[in-house]
């Protein structure tokens, strides 16, 4: 049987946002009005919206081993971008490359390199295991704008065997997302649709961030769809024999948190603010991985534990790129009210855009 709580605001707007990259303990959910979530549930905020719909033990192995084969490695690559979802600076978190801090933020910083006493054009945050797959609605900052609005990303591009491979379990996923949030499922399926050829597969996703031993501060979402709902997760690694209890994902301002684990499932709300508690080792930590690859940074910052996680969603700003055969099938072949008969179904500040994208293919 499913559990359903509800679930009150323990602090305001105000105070949770001014916590924004720290960092919520297991010890924090514990007490009345708390909760820990181990079993099926459905969480709603006292107004009756969604927060979250927790399933465990609902994806077969079959398919969380196709994840596991398709973006292990990749997961563990680190990143510098993360911004306040990678937490608080702080120089044991941050690449060895980084030299003088300038400007220091909270949970971002320009700085001059230790290598070459150059003052870098980007600024960083403290590292991170993290990555995204699937399709992408920034330009790569590589090509100085000059490249597509929405791309492939690199994994993509660089490993289609791969991609292809992880297809069945991303589309497995999909079914379980529409099964459970069926009304934010529908919203955002047809959005994807929209722009099918950054879709993947026929679901309601475009985008698929994936990270490794990697225990957030606190944060809200930010680029996927506001009206659909983010999926997690969780894919233990079998090749790493650092094992944990604890990293449960929560979300302080209601008191509620969940422990996902290989084949669970949770859709939620990411836009409210989130984070996990600490990963709690279950064995002797070493740095014996498949290929002995964590150091002694790895075990301090605790990169080092067998927790792979997967969160599906659809970036908001992928309809600005909207197919152009789409466009001209609208029209008809001829003019056409582009106020009145496509605009009138997405956001407002699209509008100017899909003027532009209609005077083009016109």
Not at 119 to 135: D, E, H, R, Y
Not at 149 to 172: E, G, M, S, Y
Not at 263 to 282: C, I, Q, R, Y
Request: aromatic share 12%.
């Amino acid at each position: 049987m499913v559990e359903k709580i509800f679930v009150e605001k323990l602090m305001t707007d105000d105070e949770i946002a001014s916590k924004e990259g720290e960092y919520f303990p297991e010890k924090f959910y514990k007490g009345v009005k708390k909760h820990i979530l181990r079993d099926d549930t459905d969480v709603y905020r006292k107004d009756g919206k969604l927060l979250l719909k927790f399933r465990k033990k609902i994806i077969p192995k079959k398919y969380t081993d196709l994840a596991l084969e398709s973006f292990l490695e990749a997961s563990k690559k680190t990143h510098e971008n993360r911004g306040a979802a990678a937490g608080v600076l702080d120089r044991n978190k941050m690449a060895n490359y980084i030299g003088t801090l300038v400007n220091p933020g909270k949970f971002r910083t320009g700085f001059k390199s230790s290598v070459s006493g150059k003052m870098s054009k980007q600024a960083t945050s403290n590292l991170s295991k993290s990555n995204i797959v699937g399709f992408y609605d920034i330009p790569d900052r590589n090509l100085k704008g000059k490249g597509a609005p929405c791309r492939l990303t690199v994994f993509n591009r660089d490993n289609p065997d791969l991609w292809n491979n992880a297809i069945p379990f991303i589309k497995q996923c999909d079914k379980i997302f529409k099964s459970l949030v069926p009304d934010r499922h529908q919203i955002q399926y047809e959005r994807s649709q929209l722009t099918p050829n950054f879709a993947i597969d026929n679901t309601a996703f475009s985008t698929i961030t994936i990270n490794y031993s990697w225990r957030t501060g606190l944060h809200r979402d930010k680029g996927d769809l506001h009206e659909g709902f983010g999926n997690l997760i969780v894919v233990e690694d079998p090749y790493n024999k650092n094992k944990y209890d604890g990293c449960f994902i929560g979300f302080p301002q209601y008191g509620v948190c969940a422990d996902v684990r290989t084949g669970d499932f949770l859709a939620m709300d990411v836009h409210e603010w989130h984070s996990n508690t600490e990963f709690k080792p279950k064995t002797r930590q070493t740095g014996g991985g498949r290929n002995s690859e964590f150091n002694e940074k790895d075990i301090k910052n605790g990169w080092h534990f067998n927790r792979m996680s997967i969160v599906m969603y659809l970036r908001e700003k992928m309809i600005k790129c909207q197919d152009k055969n789409l466009w001209k099938n609208k029209a008809g072949g001829s003019k056409y009210n582009i106020d009145q008969e496509i605009v009138r179904c997405l956001p407002p500040e699209y509008i100017n855009y899909m003027r532009y994208q209609y005077n083009m293919f016109n």
